[in-house]
């Protein structure tokens, strides 16, 4: 015990000796409490790690590549399936639909600007469903304490699919009637050739939610 190493705690009273031994044994307890607590910390969070891997159960892979990539996954099929173009492929169709280079330009920057956003919006929604995964992890989780990354996660989601949703309508806006129509056949003949591909057994590439 720091203090006593010369025997002098010997020369004590034996009441006074008894409380100095007895608050020496209940401050290694409790260091000794706090070590382990620590380190079952420690390895809830390395548990947690390893169920993590490089991402989150509540998301596949697939969906965590879509979210850094900035990829809309289903957020947009509301607006691509009723003739709100994706700015991606109408790029992609620029000499079929006889763009001007504004048009390109224009559009262009809109699809960037938005991949942007997406990215941003993205990372932080792989960062709240981390946060709010390792608080089950740890088996910590409350009604009360898992609220603000849920309602996080939400708002997050809204603001990301409104991203996706107003480059369409956007994209739209910049292109003439005859443009859209001839994006609109396009699409329904890709979407033909998905299936007529499909029924030989061959692997057909969509462009839908690029």
């Known amino acids: 015990m720091p203090g006593y190493l010369d025997g002098s705690i010997l020369r004590k009273p034996p009441a006074v000796l008894c409380g100095i031994l007895l608050a020496w044994a ?4 409790v260091a000794s409490m706090d070590n382990l607590a620590e380190a079952d910390r420690a390895a809830a969070d390395a548990a947690a790690a390893a169920r993590e891997g490089t991402g989150i159960p509540a998301l596949s892979e697939g969906q965590q590549a879509a979210y850094l990539d900035g990829r809309p996954m289903w957020m947009a099929s509301a607006a691509e399936l009723n003739q709100y173009p994706d700015p991606h492929r109408v790029l992609e169709l620029a000499t079929a639909l006889e ?50 990354s849920v309602f996080e996660i939400g708002l997050l989601q809204a603001l990301l699919r409104h991203t996706h949703l107003a480059a369409h309508i956007r994209t739209r806006e910049l292109l003439t009637a005859t443009q859209l129509a001839r994006y609109v056949e396009l699409q329904g003949q890709g979407s033909e050739d998905a299936v007529n591909s499909n029924r030989m057994g061959c692997n057909a590439t969509h462009h839908h939610g690029r």
């Open 26 to 29: 209940t401050s290694l307890a």
């Open 99 to 148: 763009l001007t280079e504004e048009q390109q330009q224009v559009i262009a920057a809109l699809a960037a600007e938005t991949r942007a956003q997406a990215v941003d919006l993205g990372k932080e929604i792989i960062a709240q469903e981390q946060k709010l995964n390792r608080i089950f992890a740890w088996h910590q989780a409350t009604a009360g304490n898992i609220e603000d």
